[in-house]
């Protein structure tokens, strides 16, 4: 791919990304006397560290999902487990506080395995893709009475009667900034990027009808993620004039050890804060128009 055709704050995202990859502040400097691999000093982060959304996750938490990995990895475990006991813990322990409640916080996510691309969105070309997780924004938890009103409108404006592209009910009233496709640790990365990128069409085409094009061009990329039994992917996806471009898998980190999960958890944090950050502003001025 051609460097210089991605956009900005996507080159960005992904030169963060590499550098969590390469083990640079991602470990709470309060764990330091729990590691037992020596890392340099820029493994560490303070708490006041930017461009962070959610809890410092414990040793303990770490290394249950180190544990439940290798369990899934010797069991030769199905998708669904994988989605139960790793993915849906490490996304809850990153994004969530200990109270584990739903729908908390301004960012949350939510399985979402038989969401479906609305019909009036779905490229007749393709066949419809499903993905297994999404990130999401919970506009309730801001102080903003005018909100509510607005992403009514919203709705009744909407072929899918939501403000997605799916009309699956769990996302109706909430903003997806995320999507996330995962496989068992032996399947299909193409696979998983086609379906990443026809749901990325459908949420592009989405936000064009609800947006101006300049406003649009400003977003720049969706972020999404590919996980494979251990191992966790970003992509980034751009578009321009209808047609969406789906660039490279970039592999951030694998959760079969202390290491790799702190790597993993760091980088979700870090697309959370973009989310809440860049995405939510975005959505909120241009598509609610508020």
Wanted: charged share 20%; hydrophobic share 35%; glycine share 4%.
């Amino acid at each position: 791919e051609t460097i210089s055709r991605i956009p900005p704050s996507l080159q960005e995202t992904r030169r963060q990304l590499a550098l969590f990859s390469r083990d640079q502040r991602i470990i709470p400097t309060m764990h330091r006397v729990h590691v037992l691999v020596p890392l340099d000093d820029k493994a560490y982060y303070s708490n006041s560290e930017p461009r962070r959304y959610g809890e410092v996750v414990s040793v303990n938490k770490i290394q249950n999902i180190v544990s439940n990995t290798s369990r899934c990895i010797k069991q030769q475990a199905a998708e669904a487990v994988w989605n139960t006991e790793v993915h849906h813990q490490t996304l809850r322990h990153a994004l969530r506080k200990d109270g584990d409640r739903m729908g908390d916080d301004l960012v949350d996510f939510s399985s979402c395995t038989s969401a479906g691309i609305h019909r009036q969105l779905l490229d007749k070309r393709v066949q419809a893709k499903m993905v297994d997780f999404c990130i999401c924004i919970h506009p309730d938890a801001e102080a903003d009475t005018g909100i509510n009103t607005a992403i009514k409108q919203l709705r009744d404006a909407s072929p899918s009667e939501s403000v997605n592209h799916t009309d699956y009910s769990v996302f109706r009233n909430y903003p997806i900034a995320l999507s996330i496709e995962s496989k068992i640790q032996d399947g299909s990365e193409g696979a998983a990027t086609l379906q990443i990128g026809t749901w990325h069409a459908a949420h592009w085409k989405y936000l064009s009808q609800h947006a101006h094009k300049e406003a649009l061009n400003r977003l720049e990329f969706l972020p999404g993620l590919i996980v494979q039994g251990a191992r966790w992917y970003f992509l980034g996806s751009t578009s321009s004039d209808g047609d969406t471009t789906v660039w490279s898998t970039q592999l951030i980190g694998e959760t079969n050890s202390e290491i790799g999960a702190f790597r993993v958890i760091r980088a979700i944090q870090y697309l959370a804060w973009w989310c809440a950050e860049v995405y939510w502003p975005w959505f909120r001025a241009n598509v609610l128009n508020l």
